[in-house]
């Protein structure tokens, strides 16, 4: 190894309060759902305008629940079915780490679809909206994930900012997170916010959910080029990792969503 950069070495856990502990890592949730919310009160508003504020406000706890309950579970059934068949309990034990995002998506679709039903709301074009400010909770769960030391990236010793993680051994590897904050969360949150600005884009019920999911798709499998597969599953299919194979049908979903919406415009 000829050169690599310190990694930074941030305490996860940002404030604790006797064996009360507040770690980055939940920070960012909350920071990313109050960011989200406070962002959609203002897309839901615009022509055509698809929900009521008091609406948005109410939806918050339903997506938080959707986000929790169908991260871990996506965690449990994607990554380790086989641990946690054997180890039952410490499904619960969200404090431990493992959040799977498309996990999480599922969680919220379903959320949405419920909450949808419920106040008569149309699915697709409030769903159009939410997606637009998910890059939000993206970035900062990146971000959160390269403080923790976690997530880390492939060997790239010829790479002048590959780092030496904690956890990752002595070999310079990728700071993938920051990768992947880039693409999922800035990159996808600057194209969703002025598409979702053009009101020709935002009548065409579908679209913007159907770039994100597409762009999201897109994203996670060019970072999980750069990014360490989880140890116990390794290269699978194609020599493929598990975020890649998840990714695949969201390609498909998000570009089927795309073609439809053209055939479906709001009036």
């Known amino acids: ?140 769960g990146r971000c959160a994930n390269f403080v923790n030391g976690e997530l880390w990236g492939r060997v790239a010793p010829d790479v002048p900012w590959a780092m030496v993680f904690p956890t990752g051994g002595p070999e310079p590897r990728h700071p993938s997170q920051l990768y992947q904050a880039g693409m999922e969360g800035i990159v996808l949150f600057v194209l969703l916010q002025v598409l979702v600005r053009q009101p020709a884009l935002r009548a065409r019920r579908g679209f913007l959910a159907g770039t994100f999911i597409a762009g999201y798709g897109v994203a996670r499998i060019i970072g999980e080029f750069f990014r360490q597969p989880d140890a116990h599953l390794g290269f699978l299919f194609a020599g493929a990792t598990m975020g890649q194979l998840l990714s695949v049908p969201m390609l498909l979903v998000g570009g089927w969503l795309i073609w439809w919406s053209g055939r479906s415009v709001a009036r």
């Open 1 to 140: 190894m000829l050169f690599a950069l310190p990694f930074p070495m941030i305490d996860p856990t940002l404030v604790q309060i006797g064996p009360i502990s507040i770690r980055w890592y939940a920070l960012a949730y909350i920071v990313g759902i109050v960011l989200g919310w406070r962002l959609m009160l203002r897309l839901v508003a615009l022509p055509a305008v698809v929900a009521t504020k008091q609406q948005v406000d109410d939806f918050v706890t339903w997506a938080t629940l959707g986000i929790v309950l169908g991260g871990r579970l996506g965690y449990v059934l994607f990554y380790r079915p086989g641990y946690y068949l054997f180890h039952p309990l410490e499904i619960f034990a969200v404090w431990g780490g493992g959040m799977s995002f498309h996990g999480g998506a599922l969680g919220v679709i379903i959320a949405l679809w419920l909450y949808c039903r419920q106040q008569g709301i149309d699915f697709v074009a409030f769903g159009d909206r939410l997606c637009t400010v998910v890059p939000i909770g993206l970035f900062l």
